[in-house]
């Protein structure tokens, strides 16, 4: 993986509320270059980890 597509920042064992139409509560959000780039379970988003990404 390239180090311009690397995730920086993970936030783990939250309780996020989503506005979306089903109103989902997620456990973890991943953030690249100030954008949400991913949403989803705690371990979902523990598997784009690596040692660049600030938890």
Do not use: C, W, Y
């Amino acid at each position: 993986m390239a180090s311009d597509s690397l995730v920086r920042q993970v936030f783990i064992n939250g309780s996020i509320h989503t506005f979306n139409h089903q109103l989902d509560i997620i456990e973890a959000i991943a953030i690249k270059d100030g954008v949400i780039e991913q949403v989803g379970s705690n371990e979902e988003i523990k598997q784009i980890i690596d040692e660049h990404t600030s938890v």
